[in-house]
């Protein structure tokens, strides 16, 4: 985080000035005025106003630093990769070693991505959805699902009654109930509470 001292004949052009200097935009800084100036009598008396410029933390910045941390201290050498579309940040990391940035049934993973979304939004004013992938993880999880989510739909049906699904996080349920939303044959809702809420499939009234 950088922050620079400018001046100018008034406080909006020291602004200025400050953002020149740090190459930012406005919404990209705090300002603190030290001396708002003084314009003198034919220019005797007079002072130039004074700003700090402050730049705000980055949220995408501070979850890749968390990530490269995190990485470091689990044995996995990693580069990222970042694709920002709105409010949606999508990280993409591969290297060496991934596994234990995965763990079982992608829990590790998981876990990653809601910490590193609650520490960069949480020092941030500006709220971001934050979605990590490891290697091609999150593809290959996605055909698990949609799988299982087609088997325990046929077993529903079969028994006619109500299949619980293990615990998964909310963007997993959602592709369950994605999948299955076509399917007029079967109903889906989740249940429960977070950590262990998951998806019940059961046949369509």
């Given at each position: 985080?950088?922050?620079?001292?400018?001046?100018?004949?008034?406080?909006?052009?020291?602004?200025?000035?400050?953002?020149?200097?740090?190459?930012?935009?406005?919404?990209?800084?705090?300002?603190?005025?030290?001396?708002?100036?003084?314009?003198?009598?034919?220019?005797?008396?007079?002072?130039?106003?004074?700003?700090?410029?402050?730049?705000k933390?980055?949220?995408?910045?501070?979850?890749?630093d968390?990530?490269?941390?995190?990485?470091?201290?689990?044995?996995?050498?990693?580069?990222?990769?970042?694709?920002?579309?709105?409010?949606?940040?999508?990280?993409?990391?591969?290297?060496?070693?991934?596994?234990?940035?995965?763990?079982?049934?992608?829990?590790?993973?998981?876990?990653?991505?809601?910490?590193?979304?609650l520490?960069?939004?949480?020092?941030?004013?500006?709220?971001?959805n934050?979605?990590?992938?490891?290697?091609?993880?999150?593809?290959?999880?996605?055909?698990?699902?949609?799988?299982?989510?087609?088997?325990?739909?046929?077993?529903?049906?079969?028994?006619?009654?109500?299949?619980?699904?293990?615990?998964?996080?909310?963007?997993?349920?959602?592709?369950?109930?994605?999948?299955?939303?076509?399917?007029?044959?079967?109903?889906?809702?989740?249940?429960?509470?977070?950590?262990?809420?998951y998806?019940?499939?059961?046949?369509?009234?």
């Amino acid at each position: 985080m950088r922050d620079i001292t400018a001046q100018g004949q008034t406080v909006e052009e020291a602004i200025q000035n400050g953002l020149k200097e740090l190459k930012l935009e406005p919404e990209q800084v705090e300002v603190e005025i030290m001396d708002e100036g003084k314009k003198g009598i034919f220019g005797i008396g007079s002072r130039l106003a004074m700003v700090k410029v402050i730049e705000k933390e980055n949220g995408v910045q501070i979850a890749t630093d968390y990530i490269q941390d995190i990485a470091e201290k689990m044995g996995a050498k990693i580069s990222i990769e970042v694709k920002e579309e709105g409010k949606d940040t999508f990280i993409q990391i591969s290297g060496e070693n991934l596994g234990v940035l995965i763990g079982k049934h992608g829990q590790t993973l998981n876990s990653l991505q809601y910490l590193t979304q609650l520490i960069a939004n949480k020092r941030t004013e500006q709220f971001r959805n934050i979605f990590i992938n490891v290697g091609d993880y999150r593809e290959r999880r996605y055909e698990t699902l949609s799988g299982l989510a087609e088997k325990m739909a046929g077993k529903a049906l079969k028994t006619r009654s109500a299949v619980h699904l293990e615990p998964m996080p909310s963007f997993e349920r959602k592709i369950i109930h994605a999948i299955l939303s076509e399917n007029k044959k079967i109903e889906t809702h989740s249940e429960g509470r977070d950590p262990y809420r998951y998806v019940v499939i059961k046949p369509a009234r």
